[in-house]
């Protein structure tokens, strides 16, 4: 156990030396006005508009079901909207797509996607993620189906805090018999080509999160070879069935803090890099934040932008969040979402569940809303018919600039309910808005404006 810990541990110092050590371009720092901030490709929805998502993940819970399905209702999913959530990161998992090798769960498809139908109606849009943690449920984890479990005969033992578990033998001996095994990788490839023959259509889906939490196998070399390959494999598998759903791919779970990525997958069908950010610095009751932890959480980032930029593909906050009961939990929230606006990225917090079965979740043990929800709904551009755009929230106004394209489909600025409006003016002229009524400004440029402005006041 000691020599598999310690061979991870050191390729994680090895590569953590090696970012130290690397320089970076002072432009690509996040200034406190955001200003000449390199930002990655933006998403763009199907009218060309640049599209901003505020999302949320649906549903830990799910993952310790019977039946694997999210606890919410249509009416749940109903009040996303007021919260100005347009983004459902719905969890899917192999081990109830294809329970038994070879067969798949017809049933459970047909609930999600009846699920994904209801989002739909709400006007909400979902990234589903086949999702694993730890690697199947023995362990404390999900994800995997009982067939693919070669745990090597070692004993489990759970120890804290939980993903301190991946450094286990028995999980360690189970990821690292999957990436050698190509029986259980052409499984999971040919387990995803059936979700995406399921879902390839759906008008509200916005791509496919295909591998969650990548943990390496026992070796070097994991993200370069190993990794690299099985990506190629999946969109290799996409192109030939002629699916266009898009591929969101993460680095592996390693490279989530601070380390660069060594994948070399350079995707040549539409993708986006999935990003997930938890501070393994901050994470129990002792920990406090501070300079460093901010100093982790800028670095991160800028790491993070460069790649996509790298790789020239849109980029996705796909997972984040942060335990209220931590000391300054809401400090680290204003600084996140203050780097979220400079990059003008969009984020999935983690998730629309009760605390007792997520301490990151939005709902305490009755079902109430928690303080967190506070800082997740904001004044926020979801939708820019336009380019070169810039916004920020200051004390009580926000301001969203951009240059019209000609678009003929709107720009959609979300306001929460929340918010006493008190005026809201586009180029300096008041524009009509009804609180009591409206959750959102939708605005088309005329041909004879160069510049738009949107001011939002409370």
């Given at each position: 156990?000691?020599?598999?810990?310690?061979?991870?541990?050191?390729?994680?110092?090895?590569?953590?030396?090696?970012?130290?050590?690397?320089?970076?371009?002072?432009?690509?720092?996040?200034?406190?006005?955001?200003?000449?901030?390199?930002?990655?490709?933006y998403l763009l929805d199907e009218q060309g508009r640049i599209t901003?998502?505020?999302?949320?993940?649906?549903?830990?819970?799910?993952?310790?079901?019977?039946?694997?399905?999210?606890?919410?209702?249509?009416?749940?999913?109903?009040?996303?909207?007021?919260?100005?959530?347009?983004?459902?990161?719905?969890?899917?998992?192999?081990?109830?797509?294809?329970?038994?090798?070879?067969?798949?769960?017809?049933?459970?498809?047909?609930?999600?996607?009846?699920?994904?139908?209801?989002?739909?109606?709400?006007?909400?849009?979902?990234?589903?993620?086949?999702?694993?943690?730890?690697?199947?449920?023995?362990?404390?984890?999900?994800?995997?189906?009982?067939?693919?479990?070669?745990?090597?005969?070692?004993?489990?033992?759970?120890?804290?805090?939980?993903?301190?578990?991946?450094?286990?033998?028995?999980?360690?001996?189970?990821?690292?018999?999957?990436?050698?095994?190509?029986?259980?990788?052409?499984?999971?490839?040919?387990?995803?080509?059936?979700?995406?023959?399921?879902?390839?259509?759906?008008?509200?889906?916005?791509?496919?999160?295909?591998?969650?939490?990548?943990?390496?196998?026992?070796g070097a070399s994991f993200e370069q070879t190993?990794?690299?390959?099985?990506?190629?494999?999946?969109?290799?598998?996409?192109?030939?069935?002629?699916?266009?759903?898009?591929?969101?791919?993460?680095?592996?779970?390693?490279?989530?803090?601070?380390?660069?990525?060594?994948?070399?997958?350079?995707?040549?069908?539409?993708?986006?890099?999935?990003?997930?950010?938890?501070?393994?610095?901050?994470?129990?009751?002792?920990?406090?934040?501070?300079?460093?932890?901010?100093?982790?959480?800028?670095?991160?980032?800028?790491?993070?932008?460069?790649?996509?930029?790298?790789?020239?593909?849109?980029?996705?906050?796909?997972?984040?969040?942060?335990?209220?009961?931590?000391?300054?939990?809401?400090?680290?929230?204003?600084?996140?979402?203050?780097?979220?606006?400079?990059?003008?990225?969009?984020?999935?917090?983690?998730?629309?569940?009760?605390?007792?079965?997520?301490?990151?979740?939005?709902?305490?043990?009755?079902?109430?809303?928690?303080?967190?929800?506070?800082?997740?709904?904001?004044?926020?551009?979801?939708?820019?018919?336009?380019?070169?755009?810039?916004?920020?929230?200051?004390?009580?106004?926000?301001?969203?600039?951009?240059?019209?394209?000609?678009?003929?489909?709107?720009?959609?600025?979300?306001?929460?309910?929340?918010?006493?409006?008190?005026?809201?003016?586009?180029?300096?002229?008041?524009?009509?808005?009804?609180?009591?009524?409206?959750?959102?400004?939708?605005?088309?440029?005329?041909?004879?404006?160069?510049?738009?402005?949107?001011?939002?006041?409370?």
């Amino acid at each position: 156990m000691k020599k598999i810990f310690f061979r991870v541990f050191h390729f994680y110092v090895v590569s953590l030396l090696f970012w130290l050590f690397y320089p970076i371009p002072t432009s690509t720092y996040a200034q406190s006005e955001g200003k000449d901030v390199l930002k990655p490709p933006y998403l763009l929805d199907e009218q060309g508009r640049i599209t901003i998502y505020h999302g949320i993940t649906v549903s830990r819970s799910a993952k310790n079901a019977e039946d694997f399905l999210p606890w919410q209702k249509k009416e749940d999913f109903a009040r996303l909207n007021e919260w100005g959530i347009n983004l459902v990161r719905y969890l899917i998992f192999w081990e109830a797509i294809e329970p038994v090798s070879g067969t798949y769960n017809h049933k459970y498809m047909q609930d999600t996607l009846e699920r994904i139908k209801w989002l739909e109606e709400l006007g909400i849009d979902v990234l589903l993620c086949i999702h694993q943690d730890l690697y199947h449920r023995k362990f404390g984890g999900s994800g995997f189906p009982d067939w693919a479990v070669h745990d090597g005969g070692y004993s489990f033992t759970p120890v804290s805090p939980p993903y301190k578990n991946y450094f286990t033998k028995p999980v360690m001996s189970c990821f690292d018999y999957f990436w050698r095994s190509e029986v259980l990788k052409n499984s999971y490839v040919d387990m995803v080509k059936y979700v995406l023959s399921n879902v390839d259509k759906l008008p509200n889906l916005i791509g496919l999160e295909i591998f969650d939490e990548p943990w390496p196998h026992i070796g070097a070399s994991f993200e370069q070879t190993i990794l690299t390959d099985f990506y190629k494999r999946i969109e290799k598998m996409k192109i030939s069935n002629n699916f266009k759903t898009a591929l969101y791919f993460q680095p592996m779970l390693i490279a989530s803090v601070v380390i660069p990525t060594a994948l070399q997958f350079q995707p040549s069908t539409f993708a986006v890099y999935a990003v997930r950010y938890y501070d393994p610095f901050y994470e129990n009751e002792t920990s406090t934040y501070g300079r460093t932890n901010k100093w982790v959480m800028n670095t991160t980032l800028s790491q993070r932008v460069r790649e996509s930029r790298r790789w020239g593909i849109p980029m996705l906050i796909t997972d984040f969040g942060v335990g209220l009961s931590l000391v300054h939990s809401m400090q680290f929230l204003d600084d996140w979402f203050s780097l979220m606006n400079i990059y003008h990225l969009g984020w999935v917090y983690d998730s629309y569940d009760r605390d007792t079965d997520n301490p990151y979740g939005i709902l305490d043990g009755e079902g109430n809303t928690k303080p967190v929800l506070s800082k997740l709904i904001q004044t926020y551009p979801q939708k820019i018919a336009g380019k070169n755009p810039s916004w920020f929230t200051k004390g009580n106004i926000f301001k969203l600039t951009y240059e019209p394209d000609g678009n003929v489909a709107p720009t959609v600025v979300f306001v929460p309910r929340s918010d006493v409006i008190k005026q809201v003016m586009i180029n300096t002229k008041p524009y009509p808005y009804d609180p009591m009524k409206d959750l959102r400004i939708e605005y088309k440029a005329s041909a004879k404006e160069k510049t738009v402005n949107i001011v939002v006041q409370w």
